[in-house]
């Protein structure tokens, strides 16, 4: 029985199977995992996560009473739950991913999609199935009064399930994504937006990343749910039951990330990065290739400021990692060509035999990455939306060179780094092409100061604080009706 529960589809590990037919355990991947991983060295808590390969499968099959041990990966046990593939599957890609994702994101071409018919429910009874597993390995292993803190779209419905079998559980729902505002929320069908909400709200926290987020969501339980909203005091009540909304922001911890920026494979791509760029200026962005990062608005901005700006000409290089992710959807693979598309017409347009504008890097490469931040002038985030951001927060922290931060207003990050940052509107490509025409061209010390600043802010509130805070935040509940 565990005192402190995590839930959340990925985990802290995941396996591959040798040529030999041995497990190999390796860390997971994604932003909520490191910041998580991060935490889970000196804190002892039970991780409770979806098996996503056969190779996870066999592993969790074998682990003694269901629980690995993350050893070399933190401490502290896993729990890996063997959702059936095809479950795992609607649940994951179709629901998560292509339909919350999208909604939160605003990410709907609405004259095609979304189509919510038979197919759909179909999917959302795999969601609820989905959902339900992790509610049951949650109920088992909590110990009476637990915490138990539940991670974004994935699981939703996971604090109403579990409330109805363990009423004695101090739950917390936390969302790592934006929340759409309810006029656009109520695409979903009537139905969907209810449980979603009411699923939500079956727990005693529900944690967001910035003030905007969590009002979006009261708006949605006011407007959709018909809930009693107190903004003042940050309460939601439905059906008799109280629940408290909390802003909690994320940031970087700076120490850990400038001693791995240092450590030899980084060096070596920094020395090899030099030798490209030469004395060049560097304009970097780092992403996930994923819908909401706004990445071929970003090259067509470069390409437009490549037009209006030929004195930067053979001046400046533009270094974009665009990372795979989520393969399995069509639309993530029409964008990655898209990307690609796009970068081969700068190179088309603007290459000539002594001058590369663009290095695209699509593959996977930490160390590469942190090798880029280390040396850029200027960082271009740009996404559509998203929770947070941490790369407009890890930029700052790692250059060397003082970089200005292009940023989108609606990243969750500019609500902390409007002020020494270059804002832009992530759909004004016009614009987005000049404010890194305005990065380039800021004096030296007027970037070093900005970036500084950006590095304060950016390490205010390190992943440990950040899951500090969501403890004590189920800590101080007994005052409201339960
Ligand atoms: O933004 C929220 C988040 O959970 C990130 O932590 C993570 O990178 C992403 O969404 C999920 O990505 P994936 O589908 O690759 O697990």
């Not at 949650?138 to 419905?157: E, G």
């Amino acid at each position: 029985m565990s005192a402190i529960l995590v839930a959340s589809n990925r985990g802290p590990v995941s396996f591959s199977l040798s040529e030999g037919g041995d497990l190999t355990m390796r860390r997971g991947g994604g932003g909520l995992v490191s910041g998580l991983a991060s935490v889970a060295a000196d804190t002892d808590f039970l991780w409770v996560c979806a098996a996503l390969s056969e190779a996870d499968r066999d592993a969790a099959a074998q682990a003694p009473g269901g629980r690995l041990d993350r050893a070399g990966h933190g401490t502290g046990p896993v729990r890996m739950l063997d959702i059936p593939a095809a479950t795992f599957h609607r649940a994951y890609n179709a629901v998560a991913n292509s339909t919350l994702w999208f909604v939160n994101h605003l990410l709907y071409d609405t004259p095609n999609s979304p189509n919510f018919g038979m197919r759909f429910r179909r999917e959302w009874e795999s969601y609820r199935a989905y959902n339900r597993a992790f509610a049951e390995a949650l109920a088992k292993d909590a110990a009476a009064d637990a915490r138990v803190l539940v991670q974004d779209y994935h699981l939703t419905l996971v604090p109403g399930m579990l409330r109805a079998v363990r009423p004695g559980l101090r739950v917390a729902h936390f969302s790592h994504t934006p929340w759409a505002p309810p006029e656009y929320f109520s695409l979903l069908p009537d139905d969907v937006s209810a449980e979603i909400l009411t699923g939500i709200l079956g727990a005693d926290h529900a944690g967001f990343l910035t003030a905007r987020w969590a009002g979006a969501f009261m708006d949605c339980c006011e407007a959709l749910l018909g809930a009693e909203v107190d903004r003042a005091s940050r309460t939601v009540t439905h059906e008799g039951r109280t629940t408290r909304i909390g802003v909690h922001s994320l940031g970087v911890d700076g120490e850990a990330m400038r001693a791995r920026a240092r450590e030899a494979d980084v060096e070596a791509h920094l020395r090899a990065l030099r030798d490209k760029v030469g004395d060049r200026r560097l304009i970097v962005r780092i992403d996930r290739t994923e819908l909401s990062k706004n990445i071929v608005r970003g090259l067509l901005a470069y390409q437009e400021f490549l037009t209006a700006h030929p004195e930067w000409h053979g001046r400046v290089v533009h270094v974009a990692f665009a990372y795979p992710s989520r393969h399995d959807l069509p639309e993530y693979r029409e964008y990655t060509a898209a990307v690609q598309r796009c970068a081969k017409e700068i190179e088309d347009e603007f290459a000539t035999e002594d001058w590369d504008p663009l290095i695209l890097n699509v593959h996977d490469d930490y160390p590469r990455s942190l090798a880029a931040y280390r040396l850029a002038d200027v960082l271009l985030v740009n996404p559509i939306r998203d929770g947070m951001n941490l790369v407009a927060k890890e930029g700052p922290v790692l250059s060397e060179r003082g970089c200005a931060l292009v940023l989108s207003r609606e990243a969750g990050a500019a609500d902390e780094l409007a002020r020494d940052s270059l804002l832009v509107n992530p759909y004004d490509v016009s614009g987005t092409a000049e404010a890194l025409h305005a990065a380039l061209a800021m004096p030296a010390e007027e970037r070093e100061f900005r970036c500084r600043k950006l590095a304060v802010a950016a390490t205010a509130l390190p992943p440990r604080r950040w899951f500090a805070d969501q403890l004590a935040a189920l800590d101080a509940l007994s005052p409201l009706p339960r």
